[in-house]
């Protein structure tokens, strides 16, 4: 189905997938993380974004199944009206001069106009929903931006049922074997591998209906994008935390692992927070776990201290 039965390719994919689980333990034991990365990088890789493993959808909504999950829930009320940019994503995007911001995000009025030129893509605070920030936007030209519509949202490609959707791709593989060579665990040209990363996760974008190539731009951004050697494993995971939008379970997964970004604490205007304003370290057992599986969840919760925390780390969150 993803690879026209090309044996090889999903021998590569088996091997890529072992290198990030390989990678998942650096934090709990470096020397088994060592191990299993080498093994994954000698049995071979993904070599090219032809290698990528990306499921391509149609358009067609729930319950018809053919359509992109991530864009159904998108759909769900509309909602990707209101999919906000996150400071800590668009600060990061914005100070390093990315050309993703303008794929990632866009800003449009109440009659769906492109106002982003206005608005230089306004974010909300981590933890805050839209609404909590209440007060309208004036542009440098006077125009009054409303509150509805002053923040920038996830742009429209992503949001695309026909969109495919990026399991794990090249960028991703690129950005772990740099780490592998950062850490001394395999391989040895960390800067190849990372800009390879950048190149790679820049290109990937164009798989998303209607998205505009950011390739002219990709040359520039790299040369300013050197990677200090002194600081390596936070650049590197830095940019794969970039490359991994839209998908943000990976990308969640990889910030407990690698600690980057560092997350900033949560704004709490209601006094709702159950961590103390700490970003949470994982997701919840469904409560419905309790009462049809109740023998395997209660043996899940001794393994993480008893409770069902949002802060108990799971056992390669551990160092």
């Not at 290109?203 to 209906?209: A, R, T, V």
């Not at 209607?210 to 990709?218: L, P, T, Y």
């Not at 997701?283 to 043996?299: I, K, R, V, W």
């Amino acid at each position: 189905m993803v690879y026209n039965g090309n044996v090889d390719k999903w021998k590569r994919l088996a091997n890529s997938l072992r290198l990030r689980l390989g990678m998942r333990l650096s934090k709990k034991d470096a020397t088994a993380a060592a191990r299993e990365v080498k093994a994954a990088v000698d049995a071979g890789v993904m070599t090219s974004a032809d290698d990528n493993f990306r499921v391509i959808h149609e358009a067609f909504g729930f319950p018809d199944l053919r359509g992109n999950g991530l864009s159904q829930a998108f759909h769900e009320e509309s909602i990707f009206n209101y999919t906000i940019g996150t400071n800590t994503f668009v600060h990061y995007l914005k100070n390093q001069g990315d050309p993703r911001l303008s794929r990632y995000f866009v800003n449009l009025d109440g009659a769906g106009e492109d106002i982003t030129a206005l608005t230089d893509y306004i974010s909300v605070k981590p933890g805050l929903y839209w609404w909590d920030d209440w007060s309208d936007f004036t542009a440098s030209n006077g125009r009054v931006i409303p509150h509805a519509n002053k923040f920038c949202i996830i742009n429209r490609p992503f949001v695309q049922l026909q969109s495919s959707f990026l399991h794990m791709g090249f960028a991703e593989v690129q950005f772990l074997l740099a780490e592998a060579a950062a850490r001394g665990y395999a391989g040895s040209n960390a800067v190849q591998y990372y800009h390879n990363g950048i190149r790679a996760a820049m290109k990937q974008l164009e798989m998303y209906p209607g998205m505009a190539a950011v390739q002219a731009q990709v040359d520039d951004f790299v040369t300013r994008h050197p990677l200090p050697a002194d600081s390596a494993v936070k650049f590197i995971n830095m940019q794969k935390w970039v490359a991994l939008f839209p998908n943000g379970y990976e990308a969640f997964a990889n910030q407990r692992r690698s600690g980057w970004p560092e997350m900033q604490p949560i704004e709490d205007v209601g006094t709702e927070s159950e961590t103390n304003k700490v970003p949470f370290r994982r997701l919840f057992y469904p409560g419905t776990e309790a009462f049809t599986n109740t023998a395997n969840y209660q043996d899940a919760l001794k393994r993480i201290g008893g409770t069902n925390d949002w802060m108990a780390q799971v056992w390669w969150d551990k160092p």
